[in-house]
Each structure stands twice: as structure tokens, then as C-alpha cells.
């Protein structure tokens, strides 16, 4: 493996980044871990291939720091956090496919692409994808805001839910809103969509128009929601998600 490349490394569900330095990620692979031989080619990183390994213990390097997924962000940006984000879902999808779901011989690696092939009865396995719609519905000026019982106390944010087998991304949207919150909308409108990689969604965000219905809660999902002014906003999600990006698009457009 080339020793020049930019180097994404994983132990116990934490990734080494080097704090003070031009490269967030390093840029050798530590003299210990020289003999990894199954890393993957996760993109490119400042002009260096990227790859990305798990290993069992922290190598000791010059301003290292262990940090969270979501820790890149704060530290490296959003092209950061994007790359670490995709090792991540690829470690874990090797990790997760070492045997093939069919017949449980144990998989290999196919070569050209990311899948992994059972060498017994050649079903291919590729990296998981689960889409996800998210919906912001507007009354005229105001937002529909809601927040989960699994949300940071306080936290409100747009409406999202799991694309079903045969729906499209309009009638889940349709869908998850009148369950979640006992409404109907219409006008929707697409915004922008975000990898997330916890564990492994695409999200993708709409705006729609409040059509009619009172708010009647799904209790399981939705812990509390209300109509909102954009100029008294309950706590939002972190800059780091597209919900934020979302709801400030919609502040903007006032």
C-alpha cells in the first residue's frame, strides 16, 4: 500500500485525526500498521488517495486525537466529515458481509467494485443504502417543528421518516407527515439531499404546504410539535445535518 496516501483509521467505533497539522487525516501509515492489506479505497483527500482501515489499537502519532464521527465535522468541515462518513459505512458493510446471507460461505472482496461475493453460489453484496425522506411544512410564515423522545432535550426539527419497498419519495413524504403528525400536504418541493452516516441514509429534504388537518400526534414517534415563527425557533439540530440547513433555508425565504 502506498505509504503516501491519506489514511482513515477506526478502533472501537472512533477515528485518528491529527489536530494542529495541513492534512486532518494522516498522510503514512504508522510503522506498526504497515501490513494492512485489507484497506479500502474510500475517494481522495488533498490531491492523495484516501483509504480507510480498521485496526486494534491506537498507533501513537504527533498530535493525534481520538475523535467521534460527528467530532470531524467540528474539526475538519464538511468534505471531512463526508469522507470519514463514507469509510465508515464501508468498514462497516465489510464488516457486516462476511458471509453471504444465502448460504453463509464465507465472502470475498470483488474486484472492480464495492461487493462482496460469495464464492459458493456468487451473490454479490454491496454497500447498505436506506433512503429517508425529511419535510418541512409551511403554514404562510410558519414551520412545523417536531422532536423525538431520541432527540437532545429541547431539540426540534423538520419531519423525516424510512422510504418504504415500492413507494416513491412523494408518497413517503405524504405518508410519514399524516402519520406523524395527523396532517395533509401538498405542493411538495425538493431541497437538497445529504449521505448520513449514521448508520447508513441517504436523506432526502423537501419543503411543503400545509393542506389541512389538526396536529394529532403519533406518540411512539413524535414526542411533542408545534407551529413556529422563524423569528422564535425552539433549539435546532446541529449545523451538521441537512435538517438545519433546511430550516434556515426556510427562515431565508420569508
Same mark, same amino acid.
Given at each position: 500500500?502506498?505509504?503516501?496516501?491519506? /489514511?482513515?483509521?477506526?478502533?472501537?467505533?472512533?477515528?485518528?485525526?491529527?489536530?494542529?497539522?495541513?492534512?486532518?487525516?494522516?498522510?503514512?501509515?504508522?510503522?506498526?500498521?504497515?501490513?494492512?492489506?485489507?484497506?479500502?479505497?474510500?475517494?481522495?483527500?488533498?490531491?492523495?488517495?484516501?483509504?480507510?482501515?480498521?485496526?486494534?489499537?491506537?498507533?501513537?502519532?504527533?498530535?493525534?486525537?481520538?475523535?467521534?464521527?460527528?467530532?470531524?465535522?467540528?474539526?475538519?468541515?464538511?468534505?471531512?466529515?463526508?469522507?470519514?462518513?463514507?469509510?465508515?459505512?464501508?468498514?462497516?458493510?465489510?464488516?457486516?458481509?462476511?458471509?453471504?446471507?444465502?448460504?453463509?460461505?464465507?465472502?470475498?472482496?470483488?474486484?472492480?467494485?464495492?461487493?462482496?461475493?460469495?464464492?459458493?453460489?456468487?451473490?454479490?453484496?454491496?454497500?447498505?443504502?436506506?433512503?429517508?425522506?425529511?419535510?418541512?411544512?409551511?403554514?404562510?410564515?410558519?414551520?412545523?417543528?417536531?422532536?423525538?423522545?431520541?432527540?437532545?432535550?429541547?431539540?426540534?426539527?423538520?419531519?423525516?421518516?424510512?422510504?418504504?419497498?415500492?413507494?416513491?419519495?412523494?408518497?413517503?413524504?405524504?405518508?410519514?407527515?399524516?402519520?406523524?403528525?395527523?396532517?395533509?400536504?401538498?405542493?411538495?418541493?425538493?431541497?437538497?439531499?445529504?449521505?448520513?452516516?449514521?448508520?447508513?441514509?441517504?436523506?432526502?429534504?423537501?419543503?411543503?404546504?400545509?393542506?389541512?388537518?389538526?396536529?394529532?400526534?403519533?406518540?411512539?414517534?413524535?414526542?411533542?410539535?408545534? /407551529?413556529?415563527?422563524?423569528?422564535?425557533?425552539?433549539?435546532?439540530?446541529?449545523?451538521?445535518?441537512?435538517?438545519?440547513?433546511?430550516?434556515?433555508?426556510?427562515?431565508?425565504?420569508?
Amino acid at each position: 500500500m502506498k505509504q503516501d496516501a491519506c /489514511w482513515i483509521l477506526r478502533c472501537e467505533h472512533k477515528l485518528l485525526v491529527l489536530t494542529g497539522k495541513d492534512s486532518l487525516f494522516p498522510s503514512r501509515l504508522p510503522a506498526e500498521h504497515e501490513a494492512v492489506s485489507d484497506a479500502l479505497a474510500v475517494g481522495d483527500w488533498q490531491g492523495r488517495p484516501a483509504f480507510a482501515a480498521d485496526i486494534a489499537a491506537w498507533p501513537q502519532l504527533p498530535g493525534g486525537e481520538v475523535v467521534s464521527l460527528r467530532q470531524v465535522f467540528e474539526i475538519g468541515g464538511e468534505a471531512a466529515f463526508a469522507l470519514a462518513g463514507r469509510a465508515v459505512q464501508l468498514l462497516d458493510w465489510r464488516q457486516q458481509h462476511r458471509y453471504c446471507g444465502r448460504c453463509a460461505t464465507p465472502t470475498d472482496a470483488a474486484r472492480g467494485e464495492h461487493a462482496m461475493r460469495c464464492p459458493a453460489c456468487g451473490l454479490l453484496a454491496y454497500p447498505r443504502l436506506s433512503p429517508a425522506i425529511m419535510v418541512l411544512v409551511r403554514d404562510g410564515e410558519r414551520l412545523l417543528l417536531a422532536r423525538s423522545p431520541r432527540f437532545k432535550p429541547g431539540v426540534y426539527s423538520a419531519l423525516a421518516g424510512f422510504v418504504e419497498p415500492g413507494e416513491t419519495l412523494e408518497q413517503c413524504a405524504v405518508r410519514e407527515v399524516r402519520e406523524e403528525v395527523g396532517i395533509e400536504i401538498a405542493n411538495l418541493r425538493y431541497f437538497a439531499s445529504q449521505p448520513w452516516p449514521f448508520p447508513n441514509s441517504l436523506m432526502i429534504a423537501f419543503f411543503a404546504d400545509y393542506a389541512g388537518g389538526d396536529l394529532r400526534l403519533d406518540p411512539v414517534e413524535i414526542e411533542a410539535a408545534a /407551529w413556529f415563527m422563524p423569528d422564535r425557533l425552539p433549539l435546532l439540530p446541529e449545523p451538521i445535518s441537512i435538517s438545519r440547513r433546511l430550516i434556515d433555508a426556510a427562515c431565508r425565504l420569508r
